[in-house]
């Protein structure tokens, strides 16, 4: 029986506290039929998540993504030559910044493969099984889904992930949930709150998550009771 993404939606932003919704994005073979696809322009792939946040269902194709060297790198779009010059440009100016070293390119993670497109939408309303889940979280919320995580055996392969924001996607696919402290590009571009962050766990998981999340969202709050009367009677004393 294929999950209830519906259900999922609900029960993770309920039981996290979630200001917004968790993102559903599939990378796929195909365009996808009878879903919306993007139209305008976008500074970065992540600002597609914002959207999707908002509550828009819709997809992209690779050049919709082109105004984003490095997004276009993690998500392994090839960029036509006019674009290239324009990447070329950016990444010389990170390399002048000090903000990214030539050799650590090699190392952001990328998809193994180009997709044909990328849907985005609200996990509640995915219209396909999601590759990645993308949780935006306060750090009480990111304790909890982390600990989840730890509990379904899905993560703890990598450290905490910062720039590019964008890299979790891929990283999360070949090494389970991670997480990510994002990036000052995608703050901007997204909105993220200063004290929010990134875990992006992978669709294959997300049950297992979600069950785990009931287990220690339940033990939480009977350790937060226990640890509440040990600090008023120890502070009596």
Not at 9 to 27: K, W
Not at 76 to 100: C, G, I, N, S
Not at 145 to 174: V, Y
Request: charged fraction near 15%; glycine fraction near 6%; hydrophobic fraction near 45%.
């Amino acid at each position: 029986m294929p999950p209830n993404w519906d259900s999922l939606g609900m029960e993770f932003t309920a039981l996290l506290q979630l200001d917004r919704p968790p993102v559903a994005i599939t990378f796929v073979d195909k365009v996808p039929e009878g879903v919306e696809r993007f139209t305008g322009s976008s500074p970065a792939g992540c600002s597609f998540w914002r959207l999707a946040a908002d509550g828009r269902v819709f997809y992209t194709v690779p050049s919709d993504h082109y105004n984003c060297a490095i997004g276009s790198h993690t998500h392994k779009f090839p960029l036509p030559a006019d674009m290239a010059k324009a990447a070329e440009q950016t990444f010389a100016m990170l390399f002048q910044l000090e903000y990214v070293r030539p050799e650590e390119i090699p190392q952001i993670p990328q998809l193994r493969t180009t997709p044909a497109a990328v849907v985005y939408a609200p996990l509640r309303l995915t219209p396909v099984a999601p590759s990645v889940v993308l949780f935006q979280c306060p750090a009480a919320s990111a304790m909890l889904l982390h600990e989840a995580a730890t509990h379904a055996g899905s993560g703890g392969m990598l450290p905490i992930l910062g720039r590019p924001t964008c890299m979790a996607l891929p990283a999360a696919l070949e090494k389970g949930t991670v997480v990510s402290l994002g990036c000052t590009g995608n703050r901007i571009y997204t909105g993220l709150p200063d004290a929010d962050l990134y875990f992006a766990v992978p669709g294959a998981d997300l049950e297992r998550v979600a069950r785990s999340l009931v287990v220690v969202s339940t033990a939480n709050a009977e350790l937060a009771r226990y640890a509440r009367g040990r600090l008023v009677q120890l502070s009596a004393n």
